[in-house]
């Protein structure tokens, strides 16, 4: 995010942050710790967002869609909270990966893993949801990690059919979907949670505590982004190797991959994967009649195109303004302006044909937010000039700079990096002679007072150590066992309180719809090159205004 921070500074400004979370802490002004104790425990996250651990037994639940998301969500998902009964995927090869997760990603680790040896066969497992749920009369919940086009038609299914849902981001590829899933759940009277997992990091919470402390003075700007370079070609028959000096693939490690479905030259294009001979031989013949899907490669590439996906602002730059808005006190944006390139993957490249890519793979977008005392800021004040500007851009052909957020403001800046780091640094103060914060990359770090955070499970579960330096050490939670805890939690509540005690999780259909809203309205205002202005109505569930060029599904 900031391209000439030393390691030192970065643990200076690591270090700054969890000083003045701590100060934060001890004055009362962080909720974190009051409400955790002093003394973390496991609770410390439960405590902070206000579940708790469940009497009686898990949730029963069935997950739709194993593929990478899924996955992840396997292997996070506490089994004191959920227990998986079924897992559905129209892809035979995902089906297994269920069960036996991926060697080389500790977070995908598998049912097996979570469940012991019998998993597969206590563990029933369906290529077609609507199967599973005529079958599976147990199930009280499911989780969906799908491909975005199919996020509406699964959800308002199974919420009629009873279940409660989580359902992955973005909620859906239309704003009017999202309004129709946000109806179903009310007349099925069932809960509709989506996985924007920042609202239950506490990394994200301790920043937005810091943002509302006022210790960065005047927030007018916030720089977003995601880059990362999807350039380098795939091998075949070994791993890319590169010539240290000039980072150039050394060709010799193995052929180049040619793709088997386009003929083209595959990069390592995570939105691009290979297509398994297994999958082609099981699903070829009627992936269209029986799943919905144009063909196999849709289903598999489901990124690249306009139909299926939302290209890069849903799959990342939803993240990143939803924390954005979170910080700036879960306020709407009021306008976006933007350009989306299709400027690298739209060279013809391998056989010279058109590479078949529909959306960006660059994009650059500006959002007026409103400020505290604009009319439609957190304090509905009567001043239209106070505006945040946030800017957010997500490419293809650079991955220089680690994703994450930058707060600027009047008396400091904040930069939340890699979703793992939080880094404070003050303004010098010209009256004062203050040098701000010391940047010299001889600092040291030595946070005088105490680390803020004393064990892992606070900031991250069992996974998460502080160091004595202040630092995090171990990578800390990005809040995906914390938001199926609390969807586990607020399920239990419904059911045992006959609606007279329910919650709602963190990220309900109406809180996820206006990130939709965000990433969607953003991919218009590209393809227009128009400057448009966010309605009160599109984010009103009720109404069916939603902006103009909200697409029309072709169903096919
Ligand atoms: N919260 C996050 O940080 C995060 C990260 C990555 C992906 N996601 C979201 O998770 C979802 C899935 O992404 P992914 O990367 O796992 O994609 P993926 O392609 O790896 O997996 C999707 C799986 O769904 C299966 N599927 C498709 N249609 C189905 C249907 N009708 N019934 C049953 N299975 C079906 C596919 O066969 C595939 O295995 C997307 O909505 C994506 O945006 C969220």
Redesign the pocket.
Known sequence: MALNLTPDEKALGKANFLDVTGDLTRRGFMKSMAVAGSAVTVAGAAGYFGYKKLDGKPVKVAI???????GVLIGEHNPEFLEIVAI????PT?RKRAYTGDKDVALRKGLTKVYGSDAEKNIHQYAD?KDMLAKEKEIEAVII????V??AP?AIDCLKAGKHVLC???MARTIGQCKDMIRAAKAADRILSI?H?RHYSMLYAHATEVIRSGILGDVRHIRALWHRNFTWPRMEGGKTRYNPETGEPIVDAGKQAIDAVTKQLLLRDGWTPPIAAEDIAELEKDIRSK?GYKDLVE??R?RLYNRTGGGLMA?LGS?QLDACSIFLGKVHPLSVVGVGTHSFYGHEAGDGKPNPREIDDHVFTTFEFPGPNHPKGPNKGKDKDDIVVVTYSSISTNGFEPYGECVTGSRGTMLVENEQNVMLYTERDPNKKSPGTPRSSTATVSSGAKPVVEAGPTWGGPAAAATASGGVSAPISRGYREEMEDFAYCIKLWNDSKGTDRRWPRCPGEVAMADAIIALTANIAMKKRERIEFQDTWFDPASSSVPDGDLKLEIV
Not at 88 to 91: G, S, T
Not at 145 to 148: F, N, W
């Open positions: 739709i869609g194993t593929g990478d998301e899924g559905c995927d129209i892809r995902n949801y990690a799908t491909p975005l199919s996020h699964i992955e981001k973005l996985g997992q799943y289903l598999v489901w799959e993240h």
